[in-house]
């Protein structure tokens, strides 16, 4: 379903939108206006994503470099190990 609706654009962005539709790149300035639309979208939902990733991770534990080290050998040793390396 499309729904009309008046927006404004500077005069750079207009010339920029008129040129994707003059290069074949889009159907229609209505096109383009979409497709930005699409990519805020889908950039504010993986900025949502990440933000909630690093919300949680600031939360957990958190262990020292060489803690982390010494887990990393004993996962390697340990898949070694189960693969009779």
Excluded: C, H, P, W
């Excluded at 900025?47 to 262990?63: H, M």
Aim: glycine residues 6%.
């Amino acid at each position: 379903m499309s729904i009309k609706a008046s927006i404004s654009l500077t005069e750079s962005q207009e010339a920029y939108a008129r040129s994707l539709v003059a290069q074949g790149r889009y159907s229609s300035l209505s096109a383009v206006l979409q497709q930005g639309l699409e990519l805020l979208r889908e950039q504010s939902e993986a900025s949502d994503a990440l933000r909630e990733i690093l919300d949680e991770r600031r939360a957990g534990v958190f262990v020292s470099l060489e803690e982390g080290r010494r887990n990393t050998r004993d996962m390697i040793a340990r898949k070694r190990a189960e693969r009779g390396l």
